[in-house]
């Protein structure tokens, strides 16, 4: 039975993720949610309560929670918490940013290497990490049709790139395939909240349900062969620079390898 491990699994594309790996009974599901009361668990569903990926103890509040119940090796896990504030030349925020990175790159860097440090089964030969980042990481994809702006955004997801490309270096030998995403632009509370979802309709912003079926669609098709890469299962059609930088997205395939 596939045991599959997703972090931030209570809300948007992470809740959307669990509802489809548990409806085949033959995977098992553990999900971590931030409340000490997640949703109810199911018959190949578990929630692990009180996991906030910006703590320096989630990792190993996650690994106590795995020992417990006797799991021995995670086929896939998929991280997928995040934060995002808006910001601009005129109204930077240090403490947002600093939020950012703890949440978007720091916390799960560090739960990684917990994970990957409690055993060499836990994540070993053939386990998938996929880091949900953000084409907005992309240092390449940015350009004037777009601007400047939202520091932290982007900043916290380009160094979520850049650990994962490491832990990808450090883990080949032991088998353990790792990249991280562009998801999609999606129609979810998280872009909703800074007001991006002004920009659902001409973006092509698709449901977390949406979303998370391509990206699992793109996880099955993913193996060592590809790790330390970097991904938009998706393609080019709701990344809006992609045309000025990268040329007619008609051109450009789906899935699409993005550049750093």
């Avoid at 949406?210 to 060592?224: G, Y």
Wanted: with cysteine; net charge negative; glycine share 10%.
């Amino acid at each position: 039975m596939p045991v599959i491990l997703i972090v931030g699994g209570t809300r948007g594309l992470g809740a959307s993720l669990v509802k489809l790996y548990a409806s085949d009974l033959n995977d098992y599901v553990f999900a971590t949610a931030r409340t000490s009361n997640p949703p109810a668990n199911s018959k190949n569903v578990t929630y692990i309560p009180d996991i906030d990926i910006a703590s320096a103890d989630a990792g190993s509040k996650v690994i106590r929670f795995l020992n417990i119940r006797g799991v021995s090796s995670l086929d896939t896990v998929i991280i997928t918490a995040g934060y995002f504030a808006t910001e601009s030349l005129q109204k930077p925020s240090f403490e947002a940013q600093e939020r950012m990175y703890r949440t978007c790159a720091i916390g799960p860097t560090i739960l990684v290497t917990t994970l990957a440090n409690d055993s060499n089964d836990l994540l070993g030969k053939d386990s998938k990490v996929i880091f949900v980042s953000s084409e907005s990481g992309s240092i390449t994809l940015r350009h004037e049709k777009e601007g400047g702006g939202n520091y932290g955004h982007h900043a916290s997801k380009t160094a979520l790139n850049m650990s994962a490309k490491l832990l990808s270096l450090d883990l080949k030998d032991r088998g353990v395939a790792i990249a991280t995403v562009h998801p999609g632009f999606m129609r979810t509370d998280m872009t909703k909240g800074v007001g991006f979802d002004k920009f659902w309709d001409e973006g092509g912003a698709v449901t977390p349900d949406v979303a998370a079926k391509s990206l699992a669609e793109w996880i099955e098709t993913f193996d060592i062969s590809k790790t330390g890469e970097y991904w938009a299962p998706r393609g080019p059609g709701d990344i809006g620079t992609a045309e000025p930088v990268l040329g007619p997205t008609s051109k450009l395939p789906t899935p699409l390898q993005l550049p750093w």
